[in-house]
């Protein structure tokens, strides 16, 4: 029997159902397909990064990939997750909640590039929907430039 089977979400849950709940948790918040293209063309460069890591210690937000030397922080942002100004649709279920939920992940966007920017780093931003050799090439750039001399 499923680990699942019978289980109803409480009044007024995110989870209306029991697929929408399944769906939502089948979202991966890391090594998503953009991230993994990206990733994997930095690296062709010969660029070494940490991959879902802290930027600073005392921050409870994770960058995609870090780039410490260099104080390089870079995100690549789902559409639909961070309010894409181009791609985002609304929900037409619970749209209260769903907005309120992007709405609160875009403030903290821009809370961390506050708080990234004022440490001394560099925060990097890039919509799911980029072109992962034009992000890689940014990123390559900006990592050179910003490398500390030998």
Not at 32 to 51: F, S, W
Not at 82 to 87: I, M, N, R, Y
Request: aromatic share 8%; with cysteine; hydrophobic share 35%.
């Amino acid at each position: 029997m499923p680990e699942n089977a019978g289980w109803t979400p409480p009044e007024g849950s995110w989870a209306s159902s029991a697929a929408r709940r399944r769906n939502m948790q089948a979202i991966r918040s890391r090594d998503t397909k953009p991230e993994q293209a990206i990733r994997r063309l930095v690296h062709a460069q010969g660029l070494r990064y940490r991959v879902a890591a802290k930027p600073l210690p005392d921050l409870r937000r994770t960058a995609d990939m870090v780039f410490r030397p260099a104080k390089v922080a870079v995100f690549i942002d789902g559409c639909y997750w961070h309010g894409c100004p181009e791609h985002y649709v609304p929900p037409k279920t619970n749209p209260g909640y769903w907005s309120k939920k992007v709405e609160g992940n875009v403030a903290r966007d821009r809370d961390t590039d506050q708080r990234l920017t004022a440490a001394g780093w560099l925060v990097l931003r890039f919509w799911e929907h980029a072109a992962a050799e034009e992000c890689a090439a940014e990123i390559t750039r900006t990592v050179a430039r910003r490398r500390p001399a030998p």
